[in-house]
Nanobody, 120 residues
Framework: QVKLVESGGGLVQPGGSLRLSCAAS????????MSWYRQAPGKERELVAG????????NYADSVLGRFTISRDNAKNTVYLEMNSLKPEDTAVYLC?????????????WGQGTQVTVSS
């Protein structure tokens, strides 16, 4: 059974930091690209950051570049999102996604999300 379980969300003041984790099970984590998305109330889901299966290549939304860092530990089947200098506009549910494309086939799995609230 495939599972992606996010944790680490919570309430933080502007300028603060949080570290999100996404623990994966039920599939071969090391061959999947991992991404963090977020969805704020009334807004579309947006890509925050992504990391290649081997961890060498990352990409970020312009709005978080320089403040957020994505990383992964393939030995622990876990992907992380380090968030610094948080702003109220970072408030959203943060979800992790695993995806893979191979020989015209694709696989995609989502977690349930963890709430991040940035407020004084």
């Amino acid at each position: 059974q495939v599972k992606l379980v996010e944790s680490g969300g919570g309430l933080v003041q502007p300028g603060g930091s949080l570290r999100l984790s996404c623990a994966a099970s039920g599939f071969t984590f090391s061959i999947y690209r991992m991404s963090w998305y977020r969805q704020a109330p009334g807004k579309e889901r947006e890509l925050v950051a992504g990391i290649a299966s081997a961890g060498g290549t990352t990409n970020y939304a312009d709005s978080v570049l320089g403040r957020f860092t994505i990383s992964r530990d393939n030995a622990k089947n876990t992907v992380y999102l380090e968030m610094n200098s948080l702003k109220p506009e970072d408030t959203a549910v943060y979800l992790c996604k695993a995806d893979r494309f191979f020989l015209s086939k694709s696989w995609e799995y989502w977690g349930q999300g963890t709430q991040v609230t940035v407020s004084s």
